[in-house]
């Protein structure tokens, strides 16, 4: 298969939509994984809640849009150097035995590139002591959705717009157990972290591909817009519009 190119970042709502439409329409799409890029953005979980993973007054003043995902876990940056990989697998398999398969399959890839890595908290990837990527889940009858991101560069905002630490405590949850950070520092391009997960997904039996090039593939993508535009109306969706402009 031909070398990928790091994805071209596109609205983080047209991202979301066709990752699930995919998964949700198209029962045969089994052995597959995605790769894309948000624009700068904190994609929260579907159960999380403002205040506690994410903060609506910051992501206003900084003008980064928050948004929600339809799988569970915690809130996530974005940014055009943050990797996002869907892995679509056949099987019920339980919530551990996911992240410990495709986790593991996304460590594998970076011990690759000389890195020292392990895995926290089941689905988070430690690099060096820094958090560099977290993951969540989704199963649904025989079919089950896996879907994860890799930092390359965290974006500047991520301590601005985090809630204080106190805050989280206060309530009871302190999602963050390792310092967030980006891949950039261990002195590995980027190109080649697309590589060498590409790689090891290839090894094990995988066909990679771009999202929206998938996506037109199965004739989707128009779909994926509609969905998409329904989403932006609904504030679950879309929890932290701008002041000013919808």
């Known amino acids: 298969m031909p070398r990928h190119a790091w994805p071209r970042p596109k609205p983080p709502l047209l991202n979301l939509a066709l990752e699930e439409t995919i998964y949700r329409e198209c029962d045969a799409c089994t052995g597959v994984a995605l790769v894309w890029v948000n624009r700068e953005s904190v994609i929260a979980g579907r159960n999380t809640r403002e205040g ?7 992501s206003r003043l900084y003008e980064v849009p928050v948004y929600r995902r339809f799988t569970g876990g915690g809130a996530v940056y974005h940014s055009p150097d943050t990797l996002s990989v869907t892995i679509i697998g056949r099987g019920r398999l339980s919530p551990r035995n996911i992240y410990k398969k495709y986790t593991g399959l996304l460590a594998r890839a970076l011990a690759l590139l000389g890195l020292e890595v392990w895995i926290a908290n089941e689905g988070d990837i430690v690099v060096s002591g820094c958090k560099v990527g977290g993951s969540a889940a989704h199963i ?13 560069r965290l974006p500047d905002y991520v301590p601005l717009i985090t809630p204080p630490r106190r805050d989280r405590l206060e309530r009871g949850v302190d999602p963050v157990k390792y310092r967030p950070c980006g891949l950039e520092q261990s002195r590995v391009g980027k190109e080649e972290v697309l590589e060498a997960i590409t790689r090891v997904l290839e090894w094990e039996g995988y066909e990679v591909y771009d999202l929206w090039r998938y996506g037109s593939l199965l004739g989707l993508t128009g779909r994926a817009v509609d969905l998409a535009v329904s989403r932006a109306r609904d504030p679950f969706w879309w929890p932290c519009r701008p002041l000013t402009v919808l």
């Open 52 to 58: 506690i993973d994410y903060s609506c007054q910051y």
């Open 140 to 152: 649904g009858g025989e079919r089950h959705l896996y879907h994860a991101v890799i930092s390359y």
